[in-house]
């Protein structure tokens, strides 16, 4: 059974960083991994993600602080997060998009909370 499991989030003053981590197990055809994170009374959104080739993406309110990285080897992916705000706080879940017979399906860690406050 695909697992992630991920590690990294904790309390961090504003201005400081954290580094989240992402692995996945079983049997999987990784094709992109990404981060997710849901505020409360917020939409969940997407806040970074990679592909196997290396294209990244990140939402336009992270650019220049986040950065995303992957070991396709592994099947992790890892979210290396600077100049924190307060509103980065949030729920932030792993993402696993696999491939499998010319379809794709969605896998989802159990989110860890990244609280940033003073």
């Known amino acids: 059974q695909v697992q992630l499991v991920e590690s990294g989030g904790g309390l961090v003053q504003p201005g400081g960083s954290l580094r989240l981590s992402c692995a996945a197990s079983?049997?999987?055809?990784?094709?992109?991994m990404g981060w997710y994170r849901q505020a409360l009374g917020r939409q969940r959104e997407l806040v970074a993600s990679i592909i196997s080739g290396g294209l990244t993406n990140y939402a336009d309110s992270v650019k220049g602080r986040f950065t995303i990285s992957r070991d396709n080897a592994k099947n992790t992916v890892s979210l290396q997060m600077n100049s924190l705000k307060p509103e980065d706080t949030a729920v932030y879940y792993c993402?696993?998009?696999?491939?499998?017979?010319?379809?794709?399906?969605?896998?989802w860690g159990q989110g860890t909370q990244v609280t940033v406050s003073s």
């Open positions: 993402n696993a998009r696999e491939w499998v017979r010319g379809s794709s399906r969605d896998y």
């Open positions: 079983g049997s999987i055809n990784v094709i992109a």
